[in-house]
């Protein structure tokens, strides 16, 4: 039927309010006022929510009578816009410092999505500002996976503009998280693309109708995008390089985008000069830009140098305030003048006060902390280094992968040495404590604090991917390839490594992923007073036995950091916390070079040739590293928990000669790879344990592995010793001491009280973290399986070689990186964050005689009642005392735990 009055009335206050809606979109486009995008929001919500939907219902039954009637508009041509700008919005309040008005918008903006967009739809409208915001708030790994599946369907879809738009967010993020490399690449081939469009070309002018006033929205929207992206771009790409000392490219974008962004380029460009040592330039263009950044009579300058700048028209006034922050921090770099340089870190922490910008904030601090210290006043420095401390590590709060949690904190490695430099001049034990243990392996402890999530045990497509690459991983190393004769050798290796390739990148972001980060808001901090209230607690007193001296219950902790030529070490006791530091001296920095290469070289090789008893090897003692008043103070104890650095772990610290004889001869020695995981880790230990046997005595079927001739009788003699009531299941030895075996083991056994033995070959990780390997019957068990599983056993004993040593400096995670957090991935360290209270292991390679001889000593006295570390203590003093085997062959062989 033909269309009646009524309906033609109400077609026309539709056509009325969708012109309206796009009337206010495009003044909130040109004006960027906040008041006017909240007009188009209370314009254009009730729109798409109710009017343009109930019209559509109606349209579907009405005929359009005898000519043709334009087509109603679809709600999501209002919404598109409408949710895109919602971001935009939020930013604008959060950069004002309104925190609650801005995550409301997100929030709504989220929703309308939800209800109103497709998928590609949110991908391009959606995905980048909701990325921005759960990187803020902490959720780093989510953010980068919400990126990164976006670009994936705007490019699959062919939608490159909004491609452009996710990439340029991603990069950004990339580089505050110090990735630059992997940003740069992001942004390759997009400059050309979108250096076609100026301002003005997408102005429009809305004229009559009702579909053309859409177009014209979404065409100004479009039009704004690419000449914004373009900035961006250009803006974003010559930070980046700049970042990476490439200044004369960086400087060349800066002054192109000085025709459009004016005194933002410039404080780009004064910025490039000072990190060039140009300070003279570097005032010259910030005199210049006083009259736009400087509010508050700081400067002094009565006028610029180079003519007045001018700030773009309609520039948001709100987002001056991140402008304001860089220009005082630059100021108080540039400035001679000590005082009125911490007037200028004053302003500009006045500006960044409440505003999401983090890393302005503690470059302010820091440079404020430094300006204090040249002042000799030290007390104010401390805190102020504090400060930039405490907001660098906010971001640490839960783990990004070991790329990301590394390349975040090369930047700000110098800052953090700085605070702890100054903490050990002042002896500030506790300030050079909580320093100490922030640069080591915070993800190791923040993982540990994690509480189980209902269903995280049930295996992922990505963990089941994971699974399927292992296995053909191991088909490949081990040549046993179904359906033919292997490849060759060439292709075999690359086949491999392409495998470990994929294997990293799984493994990563399956931890990035683990869904018990969700529920983290602060994560993991380091707890002084818990820590060292755990360490000053006494435990219960031993009353001692054959092989096991009695004991006070009293512990101590030795946290130590090595950086250049020199120690800090920190002791922690229930007499209080001393630090110090101790030069080493060049003998003691070659002997330490010399042991770290022999790790490395003779892993899993004959022991007997290998001079693996540092102490007696090289003649370095403890009071060579340590100052010997803390030594003192630490071995006033009955249980010493060292927390080595880099290339400490390596020692043998059970027979490190202190004092004259080996340190286990003192007290009983536990390894922690920080101290703020001691809390999560001291557990009491059973007094009655019950086992789990795994054994793989022939030779595998990997080549250049030999039979292990006493793992045979090591299993009996634990068999013996325990009886077949204290096993947990029969002893899995031969072709049953396979991958499945094992892995069915650690998802079905354990409890409180049990302990898994593991005996096999083993081999430590060369420059790929997650390679580390137990070698079982049927193939290897990686590191990269461990990382991702729960294990329910107690304690661990690895009778296995180097299963407790680091990789090295630089390592492959998604490209190389550096490895600067001391970070804790070996096979001791995954079984105690996969749930392990204690491990027995060893950086170093064992013989086999010995591994056999220390094993079943530390199972007698754990099942005579000591704990698992002065079990540890006991079987190394009855090897020292029977002289057999010989030192050197087990010296490695250390607890990791506590108790």
Known sequence: MPWDNDHTQEWTRLATRTDQVVEAGLLWLRTQRLTDFHAYADAAIPLIEEALPAHLERWDERSPGPGPAPAPVPVVKIAVPLVQQHHVAADHHAVAGQVREARALRVRGEALAGRHLSDVERAEHWASGHAE???????????????????????????????????????????????????????????????????????????????????????????????????????????????????????????ELRRETGPFADLQLASLAWRQGDAGTAGKLLDALAPVFDDSGTSGVSGPSEGPAELPPGYPEGALAFRRTAYCLLRARVTDDSEKALAWCASGLSVAAGLPQPELEWKLHAERARLLRSAERFASAQAAYGEAVRIVDRRRRVSTGLRWDNSYLVERLPVLHEALDLAVERRDAPAALGLVDMLKARSFAARLALLPVPGADAPTADECELAEVTAELNALEYGDVKGGPGPDAAARAAGARELRTRRRRLVERIRRDDPRWRAVTEGAPVDLEEAVGVVAERVWRFPGGPGVPGG????????????????????????????????????????????????????????????????????????????????????????????????????????????????????????????????ALDRPPARSVRASLFGVPD?????????LEEIDGELRDLERLYGSGRLLSRTATGARADVRTLLG???????????????????????????????????????????????????????????????????????????????????????????????????????????????????????????????????????????????????????????
Not at 622 to 646: M, N, Y
Not at 699 to 707: A, E, I, T
Request: proline share 5%.
């Open 699 to 707: 030779r595998p079927k990997h080549p250049g592995l030999g039979p």
């Open 552 to 679: 006070r219950g009293r512990r101590a902790a030795l946290s130590l950091y090595r950086r250049q030529g020199r120690v800090v070490a920190v002791v922690v006791s229930p007499d209080g916390i001393e630090v110090g530091a101790q030069v080493l001296s060049g003998v003691v920095v070659r002997a330490l070079e010399a042991y770290g290469k022999v790790l490395r070289k003779n892993a899993g090789a004959d022991v007997d040739r290998t001079p693996l008893d540092f102490s007696l090897a090289f003649g370095v003692a403890l009071e060579d590293l340590v100052p010997r008043r803390l030594v003192e103070a630490a071995l006033d104890a009955d249980t010493l928990l060292v927390v080595p650095h880099a290339d400490l772990h390596g020692l043998p610290w059970q027979l490190l000669t202190a004092l004259g004889r080996p340190l286990v001869r003192h007290t009983a020695v536990g390894v922690l790879p920080n101290l703020t995981s001691l809390p």
């Open 133 to 255: 915001h759960l990187f803020a708030e902490g959720h780093i790994a989510r953010a980068m996976d919400l990126l990164v599946r976006a670009d994936g369907l705007l490019c699959a879809r062919g939608r490159r503009l909004a491609a452009v738009g996710v990439r340029l967010t991603h990069a950004r993020l990339l580089r505050e998280l110090g990735d630059h490399d992997k940003a740069l690449l992001l942004l390759e081939g997009f400059e050309e693309w979108l250096g076609t469009q100026r301002p003005g070309e997408g102005r429009v002018r809305l004229e009559g109708g009702l579909e053309r006033p859409v177009r014209d929205l979404a065409r100004a929207v479009e039009a704004e995008q690419r000449f914004h992206f373009f900035q961006r771009l250009l803006d974003l790409k010559a930070g980046l390089l700049g970042d990476t000392w490439q200044y004369a490219e960086a400087e060349r974008l800066y002054r």
């Open 745 to 899: 083991l650690l998802d079905r056994q354990g409890g409180p009280g049990t302990v898994l033995h593991l005996s096999c070959h083993a081999t430590a990780a060369g420059d790929d973290p997650y390679d580390a390997s137990l070698h079982l019957a049927d193939g290897r068990l990686a590191v990269a399986q461990l990382a991702v599983r729960r294990v329910r056993y107690d304690e661990v004993v690895l009778s296995v070689c180097s299963g407790a040593l680091r990789p090295g400096g630089t390592v492959r995670a998604e490209g190389r990186v550096r490895v600067v957090g001391d970070d804790a991935i070996t096979l001791a360290h995954v079984f105690q964050e996969a749930g392990a209270a204690f491990v027995l292991g060893s950086p170093a390679p064992v013989g086999d005689r010995s591994a056999r001889a220390f094993g079943l000593a530390w199972h007698r006295h754990r099942l005579g009642g000591a704990s698992p570390l002065r079990a540890a203590r006991a079987a190394a003093c009855d090897l020292l005392d029977d002289g057999r085997p010989a030192r050197h062959n087990w010296a490695g062989l250390t607890g990791f735990g506590c108790r």
